[in-house]
């Protein structure tokens, strides 16, 4: 239902210069969007390593605890190391995560939503506590009832993936917020509306015990007290909804309810997109599902890149009832796709879904 770009690859690594001496671009992937005036805006996750010509080594960059850049240098083949993940290091024995590259988030600005343009420096950058291993995939919801943004992220270290989060009302000034989940949680979404007097968010907790990596929903009088916790989508036992899903970009309203795009990823790390709707004043409830997915990687760009086989979306618009998904394609580029919001909301009614809610 989908149609993709003829732009498409809307961004890759090669169209922006690093932001550190001594460091290439390798992944411009997972971007938050939304708009303000006649603009629509980026929020980019960059992600950069250090530049070496010998592939015996990986260099591991982080920032320790005086806020320097530094690197944890490890040979490929040693055995005290998991290294067989591009993204990333384990020590064998702690488990300890080292990631392979920095990431920060870059602002871009595009009069078409199709070409953009960005900043050279960074929007937001690691702290040497919580956001150590850099800053990643970021959403952005501008809220109706505050009359500003909010910007979401997952804040990565030692400690694990935390959630982020910081307003802005010009993207200009920010004002950090602190954390709004302790790790290890990702793919936090926020409405852009409080339901029933309450602030919203769907967030995807990483249960060890368990493994199951569902999308649960929490409640907030203020964005800062988070709880009133609940499961709201799970994973299938098979097919391609049968490893983790999560959140992708924040929920959209449609006259059918709450629009939310979402990421699945089998047992084999094959990511696609799905969908799903929830009543107006019941997001807790889901009302339909997709039962295949609406964009799962077919091109080169999608197929083959940092890790290929990856369609993720961080952010998604409505625009002249055109449904736009950006989203990252194999870890490594930003890419578009659009489809008319009828067809999408028709396809969703078709189906039945389970009623995951209460």
């Given at each position: 239902?989908?149609?993709?770009?003829?732009a498409?690859?809307?961004?890759?690594?090669?169209?922006?210069s690093?932001?550190r001496?001594?460091?290439?671009?390798?992944?411009?992937?997972?971007?938050?969007?939304?708009?303000?005036?006649?603009?629509?805006?980026?929020l980019?996750?960059?992600?950069?390593?250090?530049?070496?010509?010998?592939?015996?080594?990986?260099?591991?960059?982080?920032?320790?605890?005086?806020?320097?850049?530094?690197?944890?240098?490890?040979?490929?083949?040693?055995?005290?190391?998991?290294?067989?993940?591009?993204?990333?290091?384990?020590?064998?024995?702690?488990?300890?995560?080292?990631?392979?590259?920095?990431?920060?988030?870059?602002?871009?600005?595009?009069?078409?939503?199709?070409?953009?343009?960005?900043?050279?420096?960074?929007?937001?950058?690691?702290?040497?506590?919580?956001?150590?291993?850099?800053?990643?995939?970021?959403?952005?919801?501008?809220?109706?009832?505050?009359?500003?943004?909010?910007?979401?992220?997952?804040?990565?270290?030692?400690?694990?993936?935390?959630?982020?989060?910081?307003?802005?009302?010009?993207?200009?000034?920010?004002?950090?917020?602190?954390?709004?989940?302790?790790?290890?949680?990702?793919?936090?979404?926020?409405?852009?509306?409080?339901?029933?007097g309450?602030?919203?968010?769907?967030?995807?907790?990483?249960?060890?015990?368990?493994?199951?990596?569902?999308?649960?929903?929490?409640?907030?009088?203020?964005?800062?007290?988070?709880?009133?916790?609940?499961?709201?989508?799970r994973?299938e036992?098979?097919?391609?909804?049968?490893?983790?899903?999560?959140?992708?970009?924040?929920?959209?309203?449609?006259?059918?309810?709450?629009?939310?795009?979402?990421?699945?990823?089998?047992?084999?790390?094959?990511?696609?997109?799905?969908?799903?709707?929830?009543?107006?004043?019941?997001?807790?409830?889901?009302?339909?599902?997709?039962?295949?997915?609406?964009?799962?990687?077919?091109?080169?760009?999608?197929?083959?890149?940092f890790?290929?086989?990856?369609?993720?979306?961080?952010?998604?618009?409505?625009?002249?009832?055109l449904?736009?998904?950006?989203?990252?394609?194999?870890?490594?580029?930003?890419?578009?796709?659009?489809?008319?919001?009828?067809?999408?909301?028709?396809?969703?009614?078709?189906?039945?879904?389970?009623?995951?809610?209460?």
């Amino acid at each position: 239902m989908f149609s993709r770009s003829p732009a498409n690859p809307l961004i890759s690594p090669a169209d922006l210069s690093s932001a550190r001496d001594g460091f290439e671009v390798i992944g411009t992937f997972n971007a938050g969007v939304a708009v303000q005036s006649d603009e629509v805006l980026m929020l980019l996750r960059v992600a950069e390593r250090p530049i070496h010509d010998d592939d015996a080594w990986i260099h591991c960059p982080y920032v320790n605890a005086a806020g320097e850049l530094a690197l944890k240098h490890i040979r490929r083949d040693d055995p005290a190391y998991h290294t067989h993940d591009p993204r990333m290091v384990r020590d064998a024995t702690t488990g300890q995560m080292w990631l392979t590259s920095i990431s920060h988030l870059r602002l871009g600005r595009s009069r078409d939503g199709v070409h953009f343009t960005f900043d050279d420096n960074c929007w937001l950058a690691h702290d040497p506590e919580y956001a150590s291993y850099g800053v990643e995939d970021a959403r952005i919801t501008w809220h109706e009832d505050d009359q500003t943004y909010y910007v979401n992220y997952s804040a990565v270290s030692p400690h694990g993936i935390a959630t982020g989060l910081v307003r802005t009302a010009d993207f200009h000034h920010l004002e950090p917020l602190g954390l709004m989940f302790l790790p290890s949680n990702r793919d936090v979404v926020i409405f852009p509306r409080k339901l029933k007097g309450q602030y919203v968010a769907y967030h995807r907790p990483m249960p060890a015990y368990s493994h199951q990596y569902n999308i649960w929903l929490a409640t907030s009088p203020d964005m800062i007290h988070w709880g009133q916790h609940q499961v709201v989508l799970r994973v299938e036992r098979d097919g391609w909804e049968s490893g983790r899903i999560g959140g992708g970009a924040p929920p959209l309203w449609t006259e059918h309810g709450w629009l939310s795009i979402y990421h699945a990823a089998d047992r084999h790390d094959r990511y696609c997109l799905g969908a799903y709707l929830t009543p107006h004043d019941q997001p807790e409830r889901v009302i339909a599902r997709s039962a295949a997915p609406i964009l799962e990687p077919i091109t080169p760009y999608e197929l083959e890149g940092f890790f290929g086989n990856v369609v993720f979306t961080c952010g998604a618009l409505i625009q002249n009832d055109l449904l736009r998904v950006y989203y990252g394609a194999a870890d490594e580029r930003m890419a578009l796709a659009e489809a008319p919001l009828t067809v999408v909301l028709d396809s969703l009614l078709k189906t039945v879904a389970p009623n995951y809610g209460r």
